[in-house]
Protein backbone atom coordinates (compact mmCIF):
# COMPACT_ATOMS: atom_id res chain seq x y z
CA UNK A 1 0.00 0.00 0.00
CA UNK A 2 1.18 3.42 -0.94
CA UNK A 3 2.25 5.53 2.34
CA UNK A 4 0.13 8.75 1.44
CA UNK A 5 1.56 11.16 3.45
CA UNK A 6 1.46 8.95 6.57
CA UNK A 7 4.81 9.80 8.35
CA UNK A 8 5.83 5.56 9.59
CA UNK A 9 4.17 2.43 9.74
CA UNK A 10 3.60 1.53 13.11
CA UNK A 11 0.43 0.45 14.61
CA UNK A 12 2.22 0.68 18.40
CA UNK A 13 0.54 2.37 20.70
CA UNK A 14 2.01 5.30 22.95
CA UNK A 15 1.26 5.47 26.26
CA UNK A 16 -0.96 8.28 27.66
CA UNK A 17 -1.64 8.75 23.72
CA UNK A 18 -4.20 11.71 22.46
CA UNK A 19 -5.33 12.33 19.35
CA UNK A 20 -6.63 14.90 16.80
CA UNK A 21 -7.53 15.37 13.02
CA UNK A 22 -9.02 17.71 10.87
CA UNK A 23 -9.99 17.52 6.91
CA UNK A 24 -10.72 20.84 5.31
CA UNK A 25 -12.34 21.48 1.77
CA UNK A 26 -11.19 24.22 0.14
CA UNK A 27 -12.74 25.81 -2.67
CA UNK A 28 -9.91 25.13 -5.69
CA UNK A 29 -9.24 26.05 -9.39
CA UNK A 30 -7.08 24.72 -11.99
CA UNK A 31 -3.15 25.56 -11.34
CA UNK A 32 -4.56 26.48 -7.95
CA UNK A 33 -0.97 27.36 -6.49
CA UNK A 34 -1.90 26.46 -2.47
CA UNK A 35 -3.06 22.97 -3.90
CA UNK A 36 0.29 22.56 -5.53
CA UNK A 37 2.49 23.37 -3.01
CA UNK A 38 0.22 21.28 -0.69
CA UNK A 39 0.30 18.38 -3.01
CA UNK A 40 4.59 18.85 -3.06
CA UNK A 41 4.27 18.71 0.89
CA UNK A 42 2.31 15.19 1.01
CA UNK A 43 4.74 13.65 -1.85
CA UNK A 44 8.21 14.91 0.51
CA UNK A 45 6.56 13.43 3.86
CA UNK A 46 5.97 9.95 1.69
CA UNK A 47 9.19 9.74 0.54
CA UNK A 48 11.18 10.46 3.57
CA UNK A 49 11.52 8.59 6.69
CA UNK A 50 13.34 10.75 9.16
CA UNK A 51 10.39 12.18 11.22
CA UNK A 52 12.09 16.04 11.99
CA UNK A 53 12.07 16.73 8.81
CA UNK A 54 8.21 15.08 8.31
CA UNK A 55 7.34 17.08 10.95
CA UNK A 56 8.51 20.09 9.63
CA UNK A 57 6.95 19.85 6.62
CA UNK A 58 3.35 18.71 7.92
CA UNK A 59 4.10 22.76 9.67
CA UNK A 60 4.36 24.12 6.55
CA UNK A 61 1.17 22.66 5.21
CA UNK A 62 -0.97 23.24 8.20
CA UNK A 63 0.48 27.18 7.72
CA UNK A 64 -0.76 26.85 4.58
CA UNK A 65 -4.02 25.54 4.89
CA UNK A 66 -4.12 28.42 7.99
CA UNK A 67 -3.45 31.67 5.51
CA UNK A 68 -5.92 29.39 3.23
CA UNK A 69 -8.84 29.82 5.58
CA UNK A 70 -10.90 32.39 3.67
CA UNK A 71 -11.41 29.42 1.24
CA UNK A 72 -12.66 26.16 3.62
CA UNK A 73 -16.10 25.99 2.78
CA UNK A 74 -16.76 22.45 5.01
CA UNK A 75 -14.92 20.81 7.59
CA UNK A 76 -14.86 17.95 10.57
CA UNK A 77 -12.44 18.37 12.94
CA UNK A 78 -12.17 15.08 15.90
CA UNK A 79 -9.74 14.69 19.45
CA UNK A 80 -10.05 12.32 22.11
CA UNK A 81 -7.59 12.26 25.65
CA UNK A 82 -8.59 8.42 26.00
CA UNK A 83 -5.19 6.75 25.09
CA UNK A 84 -7.15 3.56 24.38
CA UNK A 85 -9.90 5.52 21.58
CA UNK A 86 -6.63 7.58 20.58
CA UNK A 87 -4.93 4.55 18.74
CA UNK A 88 -8.30 2.87 17.08
CA UNK A 89 -8.97 6.64 15.71
CA UNK A 90 -5.67 7.69 14.36
CA UNK A 91 -5.81 3.88 12.70
CA UNK A 92 -9.40 4.70 11.06
CA UNK A 93 -8.25 7.72 9.63
CA UNK A 94 -5.18 6.55 8.23
CA UNK A 95 -7.04 3.54 6.89
CA UNK A 96 -9.97 5.45 5.49
CA UNK A 97 -7.31 7.63 3.85
CA UNK A 98 -4.81 5.05 2.63
CA UNK A 99 -7.77 3.58 0.91
CA UNK A 100 -9.03 6.56 -0.95
CA UNK A 101 -4.94 7.16 -2.40
CA UNK A 102 -4.79 3.49 -3.32
CA UNK A 103 -8.26 2.80 -4.74
CA UNK A 104 -8.41 2.54 -8.82
CA UNK A 105 -10.53 5.51 -9.79
CA UNK A 106 -14.09 5.10 -10.46
CA UNK A 107 -16.34 6.62 -12.85
CA UNK A 108 -18.25 9.54 -10.67
CA UNK A 109 -15.34 9.66 -7.33
CA UNK A 110 -14.56 12.81 -8.89
CA UNK A 111 -14.82 15.76 -11.69
CA UNK A 112 -12.79 18.17 -13.64
CA UNK A 113 -12.98 21.61 -12.96
CA UNK A 114 -16.64 22.97 -13.25
CA UNK A 115 -17.80 26.22 -14.00
CA UNK A 116 -21.75 25.58 -12.65
CA UNK A 117 -20.61 24.46 -9.53
CA UNK A 118 -17.53 25.43 -6.96
CA UNK A 119 -14.55 22.71 -7.32
CA UNK A 120 -12.86 21.56 -4.37
CA UNK A 121 -9.70 20.02 -3.04
CA UNK A 122 -9.69 17.99 0.36
CA UNK A 123 -7.47 18.37 2.74
CA UNK A 124 -6.62 16.57 6.03
CA UNK A 125 -4.07 16.35 8.93
CA UNK A 126 -4.27 13.23 11.78
CA UNK A 127 -1.71 13.45 14.49
CA UNK A 128 -1.35 11.11 17.11
CA UNK A 129 0.90 11.56 20.46
CA UNK A 130 1.71 11.34 23.51
CA UNK A 131 3.88 14.02 24.19
CA UNK A 132 1.82 17.15 26.25
CA UNK A 133 2.47 19.48 23.59
CA UNK A 134 -0.54 18.08 21.98
CA UNK A 135 -3.14 17.03 25.28
CA UNK A 136 -2.00 20.42 27.32
CA UNK A 137 -3.64 22.11 24.02
CA UNK A 138 -6.49 20.39 23.54
CA UNK A 139 -7.23 20.46 27.50
CA UNK A 140 -7.00 24.04 26.85
CA UNK A 141 -8.49 24.84 23.33
CA UNK A 142 -11.50 22.53 22.24
CA UNK A 143 -12.46 21.31 25.45
CA UNK A 144 -13.67 24.71 26.10
CA UNK A 145 -15.00 26.07 22.76
CA UNK A 146 -19.31 25.89 22.64
CA UNK A 147 -21.10 24.10 19.83
CA UNK A 148 -21.44 27.66 18.03
CA UNK A 149 -17.63 27.61 18.05
CA UNK A 150 -17.08 24.35 16.46
CA UNK A 151 -16.89 25.60 12.71
CA UNK A 152 -16.49 29.34 12.79
CA UNK A 153 -13.44 30.32 10.36
CA UNK A 154 -11.88 31.58 13.48
CA UNK A 155 -11.59 28.73 15.37
CA UNK A 156 -10.84 26.58 11.79
CA UNK A 157 -7.61 29.11 11.85
CA UNK A 158 -6.43 28.71 14.98
CA UNK A 159 -6.53 25.02 15.05
CA UNK A 160 -4.69 25.37 11.96
CA UNK A 161 -2.44 27.74 13.16
CA UNK A 162 -1.65 25.85 16.15
CA UNK A 163 -0.31 23.08 13.92
CA UNK A 164 1.71 25.56 12.29
CA UNK A 165 4.07 26.04 15.02
CA UNK A 166 6.49 23.63 14.83
CA UNK A 167 8.94 24.39 18.02
CA UNK A 168 7.48 23.41 20.20
CA UNK A 169 4.08 22.13 18.34
CA UNK A 170 2.58 18.50 18.30
CA UNK A 171 3.86 17.68 15.53
CA UNK A 172 7.52 17.97 16.46
CA UNK A 173 6.63 15.48 18.79
CA UNK A 174 4.20 13.33 17.69
CA UNK A 175 4.36 9.24 17.69
CA UNK A 176 2.94 9.81 14.27
CA UNK A 177 0.87 11.62 11.88
CA UNK A 178 -0.36 11.92 8.29
CA UNK A 179 -1.00 14.88 5.67
CA UNK A 180 -2.51 14.75 2.72
CA UNK A 181 -4.46 15.87 0.16
CA UNK A 182 -6.98 14.71 -2.45
CA UNK A 183 -7.74 14.36 -5.49
CA UNK A 184 -4.29 12.98 -5.86
CA UNK A 185 -4.54 14.45 -9.32
CA UNK A 186 -3.76 18.00 -9.56
CA UNK A 187 -6.57 18.09 -12.61
CA UNK A 188 -9.07 16.15 -10.58
CA UNK A 189 -11.76 17.86 -8.06
CA UNK A 190 -14.81 17.41 -6.09
CA UNK A 191 -17.69 19.14 -6.80
CA UNK A 192 -19.92 20.80 -4.78
CA UNK A 193 -22.74 18.50 -5.07
CA UNK A 194 -20.44 15.69 -3.76
CA UNK A 195 -19.49 17.40 -0.62
CA UNK A 196 -22.90 17.59 0.31
CA UNK A 197 -23.92 14.06 -0.50
CA UNK A 198 -24.41 11.08 1.78
CA UNK A 199 -20.70 9.98 1.28
CA UNK A 200 -19.12 12.87 2.77
CA UNK A 201 -22.42 14.12 5.12
CA UNK A 202 -20.09 14.33 8.28
CA UNK A 203 -18.40 17.59 6.49
CA UNK A 204 -19.79 20.92 8.20
CA UNK A 205 -20.05 24.55 6.48
CA UNK A 206 -17.68 27.09 7.64
CA UNK A 207 -19.16 30.08 8.61
Not at 44 to 68: C, F, V
Not at 104 to 112: H, L, R
Not at 149 to 155: C, I, L
Request: contains cysteine.
Amino acid sequence: MKRYGLFNDTRITPSDASFFAIQAALSSYPGDPIRKELHGIVAGISALSDQAQQSALAAKGAGLLSRAVPFVEYCVWDYTLVSSVALKEFASWVDDLQNVANAPPEAGDTTSFLTDDTSYFVATLAVLSSHPSLSSWLEYYPEHLNGRQFFERKTIGAILSRFANITPGPLQHCANAMFTTMPAAPDDFYSGKQLRSEDWNYLRPVY
